[in-house]
């Protein structure tokens, strides 16, 4: 699918200039900064050299005094507390890290995963008659709650108390736990609204650490947990999310937990700096799989494992989920683009709605990105669980799904989520009418400049301007991710040298070798391009070429790589790089 470019304005000639000369800087790394918001050499100091010190005080959060009252008088009564938590990614890092610090302090705690298909997303009663029935007086719920209101009430029935540690938009009202720490809460300042749930457990743990003169370094022991959560869950890396993924990205380079250490091991990736799409691609799928094909407990025993052995046999099992899964996602992501692909009606809608109820649950919101990459337009994919219809909704750029999807709450059981993904479940006589209705809502409100993908370029540049000082100034702006992207690169007027060709099982890959107009040759693969590009590259046509530069290491070769719509590059009069085309354009 080719993607609209967009060019974002040059920033202020005045600032550029400023940083060149105190930098030491070109001007499109200068021009870069400027369009993050940077004037200053102190706000490039403290952009590139992100400080613990400058996280929030967690006080600054609504109920925090409250929780870590709560949770010093459990401790010092002996009490026995319950960590619950999701079963993906965010839920799983956030239970293994509040309770692998609070396990230092008592042997009065356990944890509690809610199975994916037997009790559904969030805080189930079953879990709280677990709670109830085997004696514990106080439960921390982490990346879920915030809408549980019901759920409290009879929790609190039973007299059992909640900290909910939650990141998720609240409903109308606030569950009546005995503290909600959740800086989305409509009554909280907390500055920063943006950390995952992971995130907020942090917080919690470091205000409890602060109150009762524990030293900050033991919070930080599994902060590697707070940036596979923020990675996963897909959070802005901006704000103290930068400073958590900057340090937790070091230490599960350094100093990773065992049970991602062994995850690591698995993955092919030990001994390598991980990016934040490494944890994505990586880290992330290997825990999530415990929870989408048998329990997310699995990821858990993984995550606080502190020996080799019980590391190592969790981690064996953990992959053999995530092959599975790949097989599940393979599967249904042929059989709904297949019965798209059938239908002209399907088509040639604003939204892709698809339900079977013999689908795996574990899968479909995997299921809803790729066809969501494949169509963009918002999405839900559904299957039977329990007798409802449940699925995953995912959305396209600047487009709000939880809002469409609230718009058809009286069709729905229940539903919870944000912007960009949402979880929801119905009656199965329902999925017709929500379809309808879902469908009508995006219809009106989204615009046809949304349905179609767009690649953000920061600046235009030449081949030439790209070397090794180039590269190793512009890596210091990681770690990337939402709101602080790898820099996207425009470079005009490139063309085939005549060795190109078409790779691939199917050959649905360009293997090519591009040259500038300054005789600058780069050769790279443009993946699933042949079909649209070879012949016109192949005829010597021009094109501009969209990316953004990464650091490649292959057979213990290090290179940098240039990213762009999905090709690799590699520079023969600089160093040696590599480039993954976002975008082809013709001129």
């Avoid at 599975?324 to 604003?350: F, M, P, Q, V, Y």
């Avoid at 219809?389 to 709000?400: E, H, I, K, M, P």
């Amino acid at each position: 699918m080719n993607k609209k470019v967009i060019i974002k304005p040059k920033g202020d000639e005045k600032i550029i200039k400023h940083l060149q000369e105190e930098l030491d800087i070109d001007a499109n790394l200068a021009n870069l900064l400027s369009q993050k918001g940077i004037k200053t050499f102190k706000d490039a100091e403290s952009f590139f050299r992100p400080l613990t010190d400058d996280l929030y005080d967690p006080f600054l959060m609504a109920d925090m005094d409250k929780a870590v009252e709560r949770l010093d008088a459990a401790l010092n009564k002996n009490e026995k507390i319950l960590i619950y938590g999701d079963y993906d990614v965010d839920g799983t890092t956030s239970v293994a890290l509040v309770y692998s610090f609070l396990n230092k302090i008592t042997e009065s705690i356990d944890f509690y995963i809610p199975d994916r298909y037997d009790e559904g997303y969030g805080i189930s009663k079953k879990g709280i008659d677990y709670a109830a029935e085997n004696n514990f007086s106080l439960v921390i719920a982490l990346d879920c709650g915030i809408k549980a209101v019901e759920k409290i009430n009879y929790a609190n029935s039973k007299n059992v108390d909640f900290i909910i540690c939650d990141h998720h938009t609240p409903g109308d009202s606030i569950p009546n736990a005995y503290a909600v720490l959740d800086p989305k809460r409509y009554d909280c300042n907390y500055p920063d609204k943006n950390l995952s749930g992971c995130g907020v457990g942090f917080k919690f743990m470091q205000g409890f650490a602060n109150r009762k003169q524990i030293p900050f370094t033991e919070v930080l022991e599994f902060i590697d947990l707070v940036v596979v959560s923020i990675a996963s869950d897909i959070v802005p890396i901006i704000g103290e999310n930068r400073i958590l993924a900057y340090y937790g990205l070091k230490k599960l380079y350094e100093n990773p937990v065992k049970g991602l250490e062994t995850i690591k091991k698995i993955a092919g990736v030990k001994g390598k700096y991980l990016t934040v799409s490494d944890c994505v691609f990586k880290i992330g799928p290997r825990i999530n799989a415990a929870g989408r094909i048998k329990s997310g407990s699995d990821a858990v025993e993984l995550l606080i494992s502190d020996n080799d052995k019980s590391a190592g046999s969790f981690a064996r099992q953990i992959d053999k989920y995530n092959n599975e899964r790949k097989i599940l996602d393979r599967t249904i992501t042929h059989d709904a683009l297949r019965k798209i692909g059938n239908s002209i009606e399907l088509r040639n809608k604003k939204t892709t709605v698809l339900y079977n109820k013999k689908w795996h649950k574990g899968v479909i919101g995997i299921v809803a990105s790729r066809l969501t990459e494949t169509y963009y337009r918002p999405t839900v994919i559904l299957t039977e669980s329990k007798g409802l219809a449940t699925g995953s909704a995912r959305s396209v750029s600047d487009f709000n799904i939880y809002e469409a999807i609230e718009s058809c709450s009286h069709l729905l059981e229940n539903f919870g989520g944000h912007m960009f993904a949402a979880g929801l479940a119905m009656k199965i006589e329902n999925v017709e009418k929500f379809t309808e209705c879902f469908e009508n809502y995006v219809s009106e409100h989204i615009t046809e400049e949304q349905l179609k993908p767009v690649v953000i370029v920061d600046t235009e540049i030449r081949f030439s301007d790209i070397d090794r000082k180039f590269y190793n100034i512009m890596r210091q702006m990681a770690p990337f991710g939402p709101e602080n992207m790898s820099p996207v690169f425009l470079t005009r007027k490139v063309r085939d040298t005549g060795a190109s060709k078409k790779v691939g099982q199917n050959k649905e890959h360009l293997k090519l070798e591009m040259v500038d107009d300054d005789g600058i040759v780069f050769p790279g693969i443009a993946f699933s391009m042949a079909p649209d590009y070879f012949r016109k590259i192949s005829e010597n046509e021009k094109f501009s070429i969209c990316y953004s530069i990464d650091k490649n290491e292959f057979r213990g070769k290090t290179t940098i790589i240039k990213r762009a719509g999905s090709i690799e590059l590699s520079n023969r009069k600089n160093s040696s790089c590599s480039l993954y085309c976002f975008n082809l354009r013709y001129i």
